[in-house]
């Protein structure tokens, strides 16, 4: 079976330099991804997710184990034909404008395209970079850079797109138009493997998540798990009015309660009758409560 990414006993061990010790980045990371998934790729600051990601695209080499990207060894150019990259910083040539990077990212991947002015427009347009196509990017702030690389990204169109940290830098507006393209992209068959800190959003397109901590993978989940495990368990909130019995106070005038399905609508009736308005209902268990209880778990097995 071709996996548009195959990871197999992924190790990674930075040498330390004068007086410094060396680094575990990775500890035997396996994984496989198949053509047209969303993948998400969660885990503190450190983890090793960027690690991951930059033997993906064939930077950084391994110490042990093998990656491949639709059956070609990450170590070969070839298996970077099709591969849409966006770093968590990108640095782009500021000399150049944000057209001329996507014509560059058009003509290094060697695709003929009829009009490429109309093309490239189309993507920065879907960025909202069509009012600075031709301005030199020398002086943009970090978020007009994260899109003109997320517009180069998708203007060589990629039949895989691996994005590090793609909403960073970006303002409410910015991340959502962003969400809803990366999303678009996944419902039209295109494969991305992407780390975020934005847990919603992982939630909201990932078919499936990868929970990494010091280096180890420690779950993969789909969302259809994630729901098994709610348990039909819900958290209410509710502001104002008195404290309902068993509630808790998680700032003045905000209090939330555990409850079960089945006791649902007599706890609303509660929060109504005692002058309270709900603020919403919402499943007990999502993509951030498994995070956390995730790692506990994992630093508490670690002592």
Not at 185 to 197: D, I, N, V
Request: aromatic share 6%.
């Amino acid at each position: 079976m071709t996996y548009a990414i195959l990871v197999e006993g992924i190790h990674k061990t930075y040498s330390g330099g004068w007086r410094k010790p060396s680094k575990v980045a990775l500890k035997g990371i396996s994984l496989s991804i198949d053509a047209g998934e969303t993948f998400g790729f969660i885990g503190p600051n450190g983890a090793g997710k960027s690690t991951l990601i930059k033997i993906l695209i064939g930077a950084l080499l391994p110490t042990a184990g093998s990656a491949s990207l639709f059956d070609c060894d990450v170590r070969e150019p070839e298996a970077r034909r099709g591969l849409g990259f966006v770093p968590e910083n990108p640095s782009l040539q500021d000399f150049l404008t944000p057209y001329e990077i996507l014509l560059m990212g058009l003509r290094l991947h060697g695709l003929r395209i009829g009009d490429e002015r109309k093309h490239c427009m189309h993507w920065l347009e879907r960025f909202d970079l069509a009012a600075v196509a031709d301005s030199r990017l020398r002086g943009s702030s970090k978020g007009m850079l994260q899109r003109t690389a997320l517009a180069h990204a998708l203007a060589i169109k990629p039949r895989l797109l691996i994005l590090d940290e793609p909403l960073s830098g970006l303002d409410p507006v910015g991340r959502k138009d962003v969400v809803d393209i990366l999303d678009e992209y996944r419902q039209q068959g295109g494969t991305l493997f992407f780390s975020s800190h934005v847990l919603h959003d992982v939630e909201r397109i990932a078919d499936r998540f990868g929970l990494i901590h010091r280096g180890q993978l420690l779950t993969i989940r789909s969302p259809q798990e994630l729901a098994a495990d709610q348990a039909d368990r819900y958290v209410l909130r509710y502001r104002g009015g008195a404290p309902i019995e068993g509630c808790s106070e998680v700032r003045p005038g905000l209090f939330t309660l555990d409850a079960g399905a089945a006791d649902l609508p007599a706890l609303i009736a509660r929060v109504n009758s005692c002058g309270g308005v709900l603020q919403d209902v919402k499943p007990s268990v999502s993509l951030e409560t498994v995070f956390f209880r995730t790692i506990s778990s994992s630093d508490v097995a670690g002592r």
